[in-house]
């Protein structure tokens, strides 16, 4: 007997519809074959919903067969699930079977019995799409005889087209992941208010909304009611704006008006899988587009929204209490592998609650299915690829259970079967010889799934039975103070008490005041244990006080411990990051990652990581340029952020911090310069013949935080309106990278060392650059702008040109020069910059500034650009742009500084941009009161005499 014939539901509809099954073609089902099976029963049939009913029973059948008659190979032990990411045949291992890991990301383990779970979940989504799109088609004739067609405002001069219903699929409709007996979430939005056209005698002038409601009922009769055929999907509407007590339809404006003054947290996760299914030719044409704009603002906030752990936790609660009420008496319905600790929609929670908190800015995240959902929050970075797997495998099974209990009488129910042959039947359809098997890796998967969903929402088993109550939390800041404020530090209590009468504190919700006292109330608590410094401590109080108004961030931080622990580390490690997070807030989320203090900048990953999110924002018509600046923007500050938590937690060197920086630059160089290119209106090339070369701290490599980008834009074109073109993509390039969008900035741009400084062309023909630098002609560089040459790197743009460029470099700072002439001219500009810089108590003796006295930064960057000029051409190890200590290092190799000089000259620099990093990282002056650095100061006054005399 074949599996298929257990299934009840199967032998009705067998002895019911023998003759009609063979008018479904052969294979899995899908819209094609279904819509010729409905074409084919239209002789036999003539009522459009008698059709699609009978077309539900045939598919149903089919999937049973698919599923269940596929001969298993059955296991031969029970087992549990084997480890994260391990491969085992179903049922588990037997015992001499060792693990093997899939073979790539995101695979499923293999799964027995039955077609793959798409198969099916396609099959039904598409029987719906067919279905609806049929009924209101069918549904419309007779509503425009009666009324005339729904009418859209007319532009002028043009006649008025037909105002449109959406059918919008919520839930696993919208997903595509609906289910064998799921009843169908529905809303229906209309695109226009209006009225009809009215009939051709002038009665019948309804309204549009009149009208759509009509059709709404006129759909649930072909779809929604029971007849002796059954029906084609169950129907719900409770989801549309104000549930049950709202109309059956609503106008997109008023969807919107409802989204922004009534909408709900828990909402947003059911317009998640939002989307529209029908009718067909909304789709394809592209109308029903508009919709998104509409629904992504709504769902996705701009800012880290983790306000929204407190509203699905409350969502959550209720459907564990409605389950284990139903539960109470009917101990068999604690199996729901839908509802219950561990089941489907826990799994569904976790993954949508990771995409509604970083959606808005993070816009690859934006999917539908579950488990494609799950690989993107694991390649974002926010779940582990092995727990994303061990999910995506608990889905798949559960899932397919869920079939087979639906398989057996096609009721819409989750609860595993309690007679003994319909548990054993869905025991050997999954693969397993017998239920023991099947019920331990069933009860392994929502152990896991439990495990992980109580893991992020950070829920605790409450304690029963241990006879003691934990004392009540202070509710109100006023109690806390009170009764607990004796026990802090003095500052931290001075600087809480401001707040007692602050207006953004009072200003906050019930809700929010009660968040801000738990957070205060914890940060105090570590205060006291010595967890936390008392200079963090009130830094972040400092730092909360402007974003009072933003919320989500207070619930960020008390949601996830580990970022509010690693924030106040952060804050009493230094003045400079608590700045930057007042500016960026947002960023504070990268706290959150444990391996992120350990890496380094990719630039490879970060360029990747942009352009799935600007196509993520293609796909839904959100590419227009501020969405571009703004993802650029997010991008650069999330990337600083992580690089200044690793400089400040001591993980990276100062050399390291600006070689990452400094990479960053020009990756965000690279990347802002291809978007900008393409969206150039008068482009006249695919790829443009142009180059950025790099000066100054960037050309060096040598860039800090927020140091501006010394660039010079050259290009090569021989196209007659080259000069025009080029002009104009280099500023609207400037433009994306330095104007302030509500994201903050890019960069300070400074060309001013392109030939003939801020009088010359904002971009000049390579030629003509090379001319200029190479002293060609009556317009040439001086030789500041050649010092500034040994420093000039190509950073982006044609190959060749780079090429071009490091030919020029090396015959500008090769050429034979009189060396006393240039030496007078390199301490003259010294001089220069000295009184330019003049620094109080210098002369005395009081003060050393360690970028700008003698004996500072500057005088070793001066020495290493003099040797570079008058000695590369003897010495070609002076040529490559490698940075002012090797080249110290390289200039006493050469013999051209005195053993140990060059050596401690380098050794020297180094300290002194340690020490001036950490002093702007403290926003302190980067002045030292001698003895301090007076080794340095020697090591490199040493250097400075040694080349250019006393």
């Known amino acids: 007997m074949a599996a298929s014939d257990h299934s009840r539901f199967v032998q009705r509809i067998r002895r019911r519809y023998a003759s009609q099954l063979a008018l479904l073609p052969a294979g899995a089902p899908v819209r094609a074959t279904m819509q010729a099976a409905y074409e084919a029963l239209q002789p036999l049939e003539a009522d459009t919903g008698v059709r699609l009913r009978i077309l539900r029973q045939l598919v149903l059948e089919r999937l049973v067969v698919l599923d269940c008659d596929i001969a298993p190979a059955l296991p031969t032990s029970c087992g549990s699930l084997p480890p994260e990411g391990a491969h085992f045949p179903r049922g588990g291992p037997s015992e001499n079977q060792t693990p093997t890991l899939p073979t790539s990301r995101g695979s499923l383990p293999p799964e027995g019995a039955g077609v793959p779970l798409a198969v099916v979940t396609r099959a039904m989504t598409e029987l719906a799409e067919l279905a609806l799109d049929i009924a209101i088609c069918e549904s419309r004739p007779a509503l425009d005889a009666l009324y005339g067609p729904p009418q859209a405002p007319a532009s002028e001069g043009a006649p008025a087209e037909r105002a449109q219903l959406w059918v919008i699929g919520m839930g696993k409709l919208g997903a595509r992941e609906l289910n064998v007996s799921s009843d169908i979430d529905l809303i229906y939005v209309y695109d226009h208010d209006g009225e009809t056209a009215g009939r051709e005698d002038g009665r019948g002038v309804i309204s549009n909304h009149e009208y759509f409601a009509q059709q709404v009922k006129a759909i649930h009769t072909l779809i929604g009611d029971t007849t002796e055929h059954g029906f084609v999907f169950r129907v719900d509407l409770a989801l549309r704006p104000n549930g049950n007590s709202g109309p059956a339809a609503v106008s997109l404006n008023a969807l919107e008006e409802y989204f922004q003054a009534q909408g709900r947290e828990w909402e947003r996760f059911a317009w998640l899988k939002s989307r529209v299914v029908a009718p067909l030719e909304c789709i394809q044409s592209g109308s029903a587009q508009a919709l998104r704009g509409s629904v992504l603002p709504f769902v996705f906030r701009r800012y880290l929204d983790y306000n929204v752990f407190d509203a699905l936790r409350v969502l959550h ?448 023909n390579f030629a003509a650059y090379a001319r200029y630098q190479q002293q060609r002609g009556s317009n040439t560089a001086w030789t500041w702008e050649h010092q500034a040459m040994t420093r000039a790197r190509f950073v982006l743009g044609d190959v060749s040109l780079g090429r071009r460029f490091d030919e020029v470099r090396l015959a500008v700072i090769s050429a034979a020069r009189e060396t006393r002439a240039l030496a007078r001219e390199i301490v003259a500009m010294r001089e220069k910059v000295r009184l330019a810089h003049p620094i109080k108590g210098e002369k005395t003796g009081e003060k050393f500034d360690v970028k700008h006295s003698p004996g500072g930064m500057v005088d070793a960057e001066f020495v290493v650009q003099f040797l570079v000029l008058s000695q590369s051409g003897r010495h070609p190890e002076l040529i490559d742009n490698v940075g002012n200590i090797a080249l110290l290092q390289r200039a006493e190799a050469a013999g051209l500084l005195a053993p140990g000089v060059g050596q401690a000259g380098a050794h020297a620099y180094r300290e002194l941009r340690r020490v001036q990093h950490q002093a702007r990282l403290n926003e302190e002056p980067t002045q030292v009161r001698p003895p301090a650095l007076r080794a340095e100061r020697d090591a490199i006054l040493a250097v400075w005499r040694a080349v250019f005399g006393a």
Not at 468 to 494: M, T, Y
């Open 317 to 764: 609660r209720q459907i564990r209490e409605h389950a284990a009420k139903r539960a109470a008496g009917h101990p068999e319905r604690a199996n729901d592998v839908k509802m219950s600790r561990g089941g489907i929609r826990e799994i569904e929670f976790t993954v949508q609650l990771l995409q509604v908190v970083r959606g808005g800015q993070f816009p690859e995240l934006r999917t539908r299915p579950t488990l494609d959902a799950l690989q993107r929050v694991a390649s974002a970075g926010l779940m582990a690829q092995t727990t994303a797997d061990a999910l995506a495998r608990a889905y798949d099974f559960l899932r397919r259970v869920e079939h087979r209990i639906q398989y057996l009488d096609d009721q819409q129910t989750h609860v595993l079967p309690t007679r003994d042959d319909d548990l054993a039947w869905i025991a050997q359809t999954m693969g397993y010889s017998s239920c023991c098997p099947f019920l331990s890796e069933l009860d392994a998967h929502r152990e896991l799934v439990a495990q992980e969903f109580d893991t992020l929402l950070g829920q605790k088993t409450d304690c029963k039975g241990c006879g003691k109550s934990a004392p009540v939390a202070p509710q109100d800041l006023d109690e806390l103070l009170e009764k607990l404020a004796g026990q802090w530090p003095d500052n931290f209590r001075a600087r809480l008490e401001l707040w007692r009468g602050h207006p953004r504190v009072l200003g906050l919700r019930e809700d929010a005041r009660a968040r801000l006292t738990r957070l205060v109330q914890r940060t105090a608590q570590w205060l006291v244990e010595g967890k936390a410094g008392e200079e963090a401590a009130v830094r972040i109080i400092d730092w909360i006080e402007p974003l009072l108004r933003r919320e989500s961030y207070l619930a960020l931080l008390l949601e996830r411990p580990a970022v509010h622990e690693r924030l106040l580390r952060l804050l009493g490690a230094a003045k400079w990051p608590a700045r930057y997070l007042l500016q960026h807030p947002g960023v504070i989320d990268e706290l959150a990652s444990d391996a992120m203090l350990h890496e380094r900048f990719d630039a490879t990953v970060f360029t990747q990581e942009l352009q799935q999110r600007l196509a993520a924002l293609r796909r839904t018509g959100e590419d227009d340029e501020e969405s571009c600046l703004n993802l650029l923007r997010r991008a650069h500050h999330a990337e600083v952020f992580r690089t200044l938590a690793r400089d400040v937690e001591g993980q990276l060197t100062v050399e390291q911090v600006a070689d990452d920086l400094s990479a960053l630059a020009e990756t965000v160089l690279k990347v802002t310069t291809d978007w900008c290119w393409q969206r150039l209106k008068n482009r006249h090339r695919e790829t443009p013949q142009f180059a950025i070369i790099a000066y100054g701290k960037l050309g060096g490599k040598e860039l800090g935080y927020g140091s501006d980008l010394d660039i010079v834009f050259v290009f090569e074109d021989d196209d007659e309106q080259a000069s025009e073109v080029y002009a104009a993509f280099v500023r609207k390039l400037i433009n994306w990278l330095t104007i302030k969008t509500a994201e903050g900035d890019l960069f300070e741009i400074d060309t001013a060392l392109r030939p003939n400084g801020n009088s010359g062309l904002l971009v000049t």
